[in-house]
């Protein structure tokens, strides 16, 4: 891995359902804590249904996902954005996870910022996001992207004993 690699933030396109597979998995594989879904369960889905989500991704209307490029080879990570379709105007940042080796080179901070502008191009005030409460390093980071905690906790389910925290950022 070159310290000087060029990363790129690219919208999913409708034919890389194959790719946003594979970068789901391992998300899900390197950190099951952060996620309600299991590697498992993903990988149980058929091909149907990643063509179906990379589609619906690459629409852009209502949901969008971001892929982080390392000199635009294969991705080092990945965001969701969709339209809260109970919350007008709000919109939830999800499944966002970066490369544990490719971590501390702002490459969460870039997939953040696709994520706000692909809000603030949809008239949208805010965008909200859910952490497990003991995740203090996506915490962290959220902060620093000028996101604050709303003070709103709840279980996270399936995971006995832990909490998601919210967090919010007005555009």
Not at 83 to 101: E, K, S, T
């Amino acid at each position: 891995m070159n310290t000087q690699s060029i990363i790129s933030v690219k919208t999913v396109r409708a034919d890389q359902w194959r790719e946003l597979r594979e970068i789901r998995l391992e998300a899900l594989r390197d950190s099951p804590q952060a996620f309600a879904t299991t590697a498992a369960q993903a990988e149980a889905e058929p091909d149907e249904y990643w063509a179906k989500f990379a589609e619906r991704a690459a629409t852009g209307d209502t949901w969008a996902t971001f892929l982080a490029y390392a000199d635009n080879e294969r991705p080092v990570g990945m965001v969701s954005v969709g339209v809260d379709p109970d919350r007008p105007g709000v919109v939830g940042l999800i499944q966002m996870w970066v490369n544990p080796a490719w971590r501390k080179r702002s490459i969460g901070s870039q997939l953040v910022e696709a994520v706000v502008s692909w809000a603030s191009g949809r008239s949208s005030d805010r965008i909200r996001l859910g952490v497990a409460s003991d995740n203090h390093r996506a915490a962290h980071l959220f902060e620093n992207c000028g996101f604050l905690a709303t003070g709103e906790e709840e279980p996270f389910e399936g995971q006995h004993g832990r909490s998601i925290k919210y967090y919010e950022r007005i555009l």
